[in-house]
């Protein structure tokens, strides 16, 4: 892209400030900032136009689980086809890691945290000790893909090598870039935080498979014969990854994504709900449902949407090659953005100050015909690390570690 394009480009966006110090930059960073520019989705900004507008939902129906019970009946089974499809290297496994670990105080990939007290156990570690259980049972290495973001990718693949994988096969480990999206002002105005850089975000996890197939890796997932992704957050240290019993049964099912859910703690714990809306599968947000959705329930007392998310899915290649161009809903965000003030400054708000854009993995679910809605034992698999203290804390992380026997 040369000046003029950029220029012509962003002018009936009235977004020309971007180009301001065009003039005082290296023949390099001239370069980058036309990038940029170029890859610049300037339709995003529509979204804000007649103010912030949260997608709206259907009609909105409850959708049961095949429950622990369930499970328990045909886990054999299950299971057996599971392994069958690792050993035929039919299953990857896509680790969401784009984030930093700001919100626990700790300013580095969230992965690289320490969850260990008598001795060093980071968070990439225990899901990769997690992955190789799984390696090792079905005696068949499990293609990893993991996605980072521009601000963290040189640390995690730094950290991986420095570790040496943490054991795990580096000839099946592939790592790409989360796509960015920009930040924008209340007035509209994309945002700088240098004079050679835009002020961008990673684009929110629901980018996953538009940013790796950008990478080139849905060439790799075919050459290797690849037909289903277990996609999973990088926070959960009890995640269970590639899970046979889970794969078996998405495949008997025969459905295209299935979703681990666990119970509800109670009918106001904060979590997405797997349901059912205008008859596909869908993921409804706690703050999106009525009072009377949240504790309706059927002849036997029990909770109608009763199941919530754990950010465990497992999604058919081929239906996710063939929903890639399919547009998926946007979610504006209120952030504090750090932005270059009039005088070329940097300033670092202490309040909101724009807009940011994000996909979310959960809106893949409504693209999909069908889903597995499948319990998990709260206990055994989900134990996130989102706060620096009480629920979803590193410290209740570290009691239901010690539950599970694993040493830290």
Same mark, same amino acid.
């Given at each position: 892209?040369?000046?003029?394009?950029?220029?012509?480009?962003?002018?009936?966006?009235?977004?020309?400030?971007?180009?301001?110090?065009?003039?005082?930059?290296? !023949? @390099?960073? *001239? &370069?980058?900032?036309?990038?940029? +520019? #170029?890859? /610049?989705?300037?339709?995003? $900004? =529509?979204? %804000?136009? !007649? @103010?912030? *507008? &949260?997608?709206?939902?259907?009609? +909105? #129906?409850? /959708?049961?689980?095949?429950? $622990? =019970?369930? %499970?328990? !009946?045909?886990?054999?089974?299950?299971?057996?086809?599971?392994?069958?499809?690792?050993?035929?290297?039919?299953?990857?496994?896509?680790?969401?890691?784009?984030?930093?670990?700001?919100?626990?105080?700790?300013?580095?990939?969230?992965?690289?945290?320490?969850?260990?007290?008598?001795?060093?156990?980071?968070?990439?570690?225990?899901?990769?000790?997690?992955?190789?259980?799984?390696?090792?049972?079905?005696?068949?290495?499990?293609?990893?893909?993991?996605?980072?973001?521009?601000?963290?990718?040189?640390?995690?693949?730094?950290?991986?090598?420095?570790?040496?994988?943490?054991?795990?096969?580096?000839?099946?480990?592939?790592?790409?870039?989360?796509?960015?999206?920009?930040?924008?002002?209340?007035?509209?105005?994309?945002?700088?935080?240098?004079?050679?850089?835009?002020?961008?975000?990673?684009?929110?996890?629901?980018?996953?498979?538009?940013?790796?197939?950008?990478?080139?890796?849905?060439?790799?997932?075919?050459?290797?014969?690849?037909?289903?992704?277990?996609?999973?957050?990088?926070?959960?240290?009890?995640?269970?990854?590639?899970?046979?019993?889970?794969?078996?049964?998405?495949?008997?099912?025969?459905?295209?994504?299935?979703?681990?859910?666990?119970?509800?703690?109670?009918?106001?714990?904060?979590?997405?709900?797997?349901?059912?809306?205008?008859?596909?599968?869908?993921?409804?947000?706690?703050?999106?449902?009525?009072?009377?959705?949240?504790?309706?329930?059927?002849?036997?007392?029990?909770?109608?949407?009763?199941?919530?998310?754990?950010?465990?899915?497992?999604?058919?290649?081929?239906?996710?090659?063939?929903?890639?161009?399919?547009?998926?809903?946007?979610?504006?965000?209120?952030?504090?953005?750090?932005?270059?003030?009039?005088?070329?400054?940097?300033?670092?708000?202490?309040?909101?100050?724009?807009?940011?854009?994000?996909?979310?993995?959960?809106?893949?679910?409504?693209?999909?015909?069908?889903?597995?809605?499948?319990?998990?034992?709260?206990?055994?698999?989900?134990?996130?690390?989102?706060?620096?203290?009480?629920?979803?804390?590193?410290?209740?992380?570290?009691?239901?570690?010690?539950?599970?026997?694993?040493?830290?």
């Amino acid at each position: 892209m040369t000046y003029e394009e950029a220029l012509q480009k962003l002018a009936p966006a009235g977004q020309e400030h971007l180009l301001r110090y065009y003039g005082e930059l290296s !023949e @390099g960073e *001239q &370069e980058s900032l036309l990038s940029q +520019i #170029e890859a /610049l989705d300037l339709s995003l $900004l =529509e979204l %804000i136009k !007649e @103010g912030v *507008q &949260e997608v709206k939902k259907g009609k +909105i #129906e409850p /959708l049961g689980a095949v429950t $622990l =019970e369930e %499970i328990e !009946e045909k886990k054999d089974g299950y299971e057996k086809k599971g392994l069958q499809a690792i050993q035929a290297c039919k299953v990857g496994a896509v680790l969401l890691a784009g984030g930093q670990g700001t919100r626990l105080g700790f300013d580095k990939p969230k992965g690289m945290l320490n969850v260990g007290v008598n001795r060093e156990l980071y968070l990439f570690e225990q899901l990769i000790h997690n992955l190789l259980a799984v390696v090792k049972q079905a005696d068949a290495w499990v293609p990893l893909f993991i996605m980072t973001s521009e601000k963290n990718n040189e640390d995690t693949t730094r950290f991986f090598q420095e570790k040496k994988y943490f054991g795990y096969n580096p000839d099946y480990v592939y790592f790409f870039v989360q796509d960015m999206a920009p930040s924008v002002g209340y007035d509209g105005r994309i945002y700088m935080e240098s004079k050679a850089k835009l002020a961008t975000s990673p684009n929110g996890n629901g980018g996953w498979f538009s940013s790796l197939a950008k990478a080139g890796l849905l060439d790799k997932i075919r050459e290797l014969g690849v037909e289903w992704l277990n996609v999973f957050a990088v926070d959960n240290v009890l995640q269970k990854i590639a899970d046979p019993v889970f794969v078996g049964a998405t495949i008997e099912a025969g459905c295209v994504c299935g979703a681990k859910v666990v119970a509800k703690a109670e009918p106001e714990e904060r979590v997405g709900v797997l349901c059912l809306e205008d008859g596909k599968p869908s993921i409804v947000e706690y703050y999106e449902m009525t009072d009377e959705i949240i504790h309706s329930r059927d002849e036997d007392g029990r909770l109608l949407y009763n199941y919530g998310v754990i950010l465990n899915y497992l999604f058919g290649v081929e239906t996710l090659t063939r929903i890639m161009n399919e547009r998926m809903p946007v979610h504006v965000v209120e952030k504090k953005i750090p932005y270059l003030d009039e005088n070329a400054e940097l300033v670092k708000p202490e309040e909101p100050n724009g807009y940011k854009f994000e996909e979310l993995v959960l809106d893949m679910i409504h693209m999909m015909d069908n889903c597995l809605s499948y319990e998990v034992e709260r206990s055994r698999e989900f134990a996130p690390i989102k706060n620096r203290t009480g629920v979803d804390s590193l410290e209740s992380a570290r009691e239901l570690m010690a539950y599970n026997g694993i040493e830290f």
